[in-house]
């Protein structure tokens, strides 16, 4: 078992995701831009955690399946949703979706930056598992942690209340301490760093844009779209090296 997945199954780090369901503006934007389609649609939902987006999409869709590498997030959600008929939650990490045939799904999401807590092999495993089993012109949406935001994990954001500051100046010491240098880091087109996630317990990939872009294409995909995670606003190519917000969310579509 990997160091992230224990923080997974502990339940004390884990009830911060026992939350009410809720989505962001992009993902709602999808919704709104798609809902009509998704009835016919097989769904898999990967890192469903607390079932943060389980109702909004289980209900419009033909059949929907959430799975977790966290058993103890499982075992929340199939209790807390056994009234969706059509949903089905599964213990499984998504390196490896061998009982899912090829081509079966229509949508597969990966909300919340969740494939960010593997390595980068891990990550590319699961882009080809994901290309595998979607249908061809299937959709891919998930959301990554955008490696130009590194110089903000790393400067004193001053907060409106003064007294945070001794907070944030104890985060960035912790944070040097943990991962080293920025410098390490600043011309890497990915890397894995603990940033103060689960209170610095899980270590977070980052990658830039054009690498993202770039491992989408090699696998088969084509981005259809990069945008900021909590505005949804539409990320232009031309500004790829400029964007310094944490959270990237993209769709993209099996060629």
């Given at each position: 078992?990997?160091?992230?997945?224990?923080?997974?199954?502990?339940?004390?780090?884990?009830?911060?995701?026992?939350?009410?369901?809720?989505?962001?503006?992009?993902?709602?934007?999808?919704?709104?831009?798609?809902?009509?389609?998704?009835?016919?649609?097989?769904?898999?939902?990967?890192?469903?955690?607390?079932?943060?987006?389980?109702?909004?999409?289980?209900?419009?869709?033909?059949?929907?399946?959430?799975?977790?590498?966290?058993?103890?997030?499982?075992?929340?959600?199939?209790?807390?949703?056994?009234?969706?008929?059509?949903?089905?939650?599964?213990?499984?990490?998504?390196?490896?979706?061998?009982?899912?045939?090829?081509?079966?799904?229509?949508?597969?999401?990966?909300?919340?930056?969740?494939?960010?807590?593997?390595?980068?092999?891990?990550?590319?495993e699961i882009l080809n598992e994901f290309y595998r089993v979607l249908k061809p012109k299937g959709?891919?949406?998930?959301?990554?942690?955008?490696?130009?935001?590194?110089?903000?994990?790393?400067?004193?954001?001053?907060?409106?209340?003064?007294?945070?500051?001794?907070?944030?100046?104890?985060?960035?010491?912790?944070?040097?301490?943990?991962n080293g240098a920025y410098s390490l880091f600043e011309n890497e087109e990915y890397f894995s760093?603990?940033?103060?996630?689960?209170?610095?317990?899980?270590?977070?990939?980052?990658?830039?844009?054009?690498?993202?872009?770039?491992?989408?294409?090699?696998?088969?995909?084509?981005?259809?779209?990069?945008?900021?995670?909590?505005?949804?606003?539409?990320?232009l190519r031309e500004q790829w090296k400029q964007v310094t917000m944490p959270w990237i969310f993209?769709?993209?579509?099996?060629?």
């Amino acid at each position: 078992m990997d160091e992230n997945r224990k923080v997974y199954e502990n339940k004390k780090n884990a009830g911060s995701y026992f939350k009410q369901p809720w989505l962001f503006s992009v993902e709602k934007n999808f919704l709104k831009n798609h809902g009509k389609l998704l009835t016919g649609f097989n769904m898999l939902d990967v890192g469903i955690g607390g079932g943060r987006t389980t109702p909004f999409f289980a209900n419009r869709v033909r059949e929907y399946i959430g799975i977790d590498y966290s058993s103890l997030m499982i075992n929340y959600c199939s209790n807390k949703f056994k009234k969706l008929e059509n949903a089905v939650f599964k213990n499984m990490d998504a390196r490896n979706l061998n009982p899912f045939v090829d081509n079966y799904f229509d949508l597969v999401l990966f909300s919340f930056n969740g494939i960010d807590c593997v390595d980068y092999e891990g990550r590319i495993e699961i882009l080809n598992e994901f290309y595998r089993v979607l249908k061809p012109k299937g959709l891919l949406l998930f959301s990554f942690h955008n490696a130009r935001h590194l110089h903000k994990l790393y400067s004193l954001q001053c907060p409106r209340n003064p007294f945070r500051i001794f907070k944030e100046l104890k985060r960035i010491k912790k944070i040097k301490k943990i991962n080293g240098a920025y410098s390490l880091f600043e011309n890497e087109e990915y890397f894995s760093i603990y940033d103060g996630a689960d209170h610095f317990k899980t270590k977070i990939l980052y990658l830039t844009v054009e690498r993202q872009d770039g491992d989408l294409k090699s696998i088969g995909f084509r981005s259809t779209g990069f945008k900021d995670m909590q505005t949804g606003k539409v990320i232009l190519r031309e500004q790829w090296k400029q964007v310094t917000m944490p959270w990237i969310f993209v769709e993209a579509e099996k060629i």
